[in-house]
């Protein structure tokens, strides 16, 4: 069975203050990762994917994270939020293999609020 | 690309009223669909999800079903519904290749 573990359940920030949202996660096989972002009262949308290649991934509004195979963690960061980042972050993987193929699973969301 | 379109946004409804909320998704054929209910303040429950027309797969028991009338149609239902189901109920649909998730809008459903 695959779990994720997102660290803090909320992250206060100042405003131009670099971030930093952590996720850890378990699997017998391989997994493709992402990070997807929830403003209020909206659904996911992805912010970046991890399928394969450079364990370094960019996506949306300056937002990257480093897949680390070892630590079995995948962090969110962005070096200067802004009031606008201020919303639900999840981490969720999909496993590749076995029965389980293709089922994802979330964590329970890291609440970032970008104080001015 | 793909649209999904959820409705209603809001609903406030009686326990023991029935259910019915519809997803409907544009720009794409045959997808994987999926119903999510989100509590508040917590993370995603999948509660069902399908691969085709009449092809339901439950994650978990309880008195909510669903149901694919059509390709790009997938209806949540409930014949009474219970406080418990209260929350943010999220359709969404998965690429097949790189399993990446796309989300409707979301239905805020309040039972009273």
């Known amino acids: 069975a695959q779990s994720v573990t997102q660290l803090d359940s909320q992250v206060p920030v100042f405003e131009e203050a670099p971030v930093e949202l952590r996720c850890n996660y378990s699997?017998?096989?391989?997994?493709?990762l992402f990070w997807y972002v929830q403003y209020p009262n909206q659904g996911l949308q992805l912010l970046l994917k991890y399928l394969s290649g450079s364990t370094l991934v960019k996506g949306i509004n300056g937002f990257e994270a480093e897949f680390n195979k070892s630590q079995t963690s995948f962090h969110l960061r962005k070096p200067s939020v802004h009031i606008s980042d201020t919303a639900e972050y999840f981490c969720a993987v999909t496993q590749l293999y076995n029965t389980n193929a293709g089922k994802s699973t979330f964590g329970d969301g890291t609440t970032l609020t970008v104080k001015p | 690309s793909q649209t999904i379109h959820q409705w209603p946004a809001t609903l406030v409804q009686p326990v023991g009223s029935p259910l019915s909320l519809e997803c409907t998704v544009e720009g794409t054929s045959n997808p994987n669909l999926y119903w999510y209910r989100q509590a508040a303040g917590r993370g995603l429950q999948l509660l069902f999800y399908?691969?085709?027309?009449?092809?339901i797969s439950s994650e978990v028991p309880q008195n909510l079903s669903a149901s694919r009338p059509q390709d790009r149609q997938f209806i949540l239902s409930s014949k009474k519904l219970l406080l418990s189901d209260s929350g943010f109920y999220l359709c969404a649909l998965k690429d097949s290749i790189s399993y990446e998730q796309y989300f409707g809008p979301g239905t805020r459903l309040t039972v009273t």
């Open positions: 699997s017998s096989v391989s997994v493709y």
């Open positions: 399908s691969v085709g027309i009449g092809q």
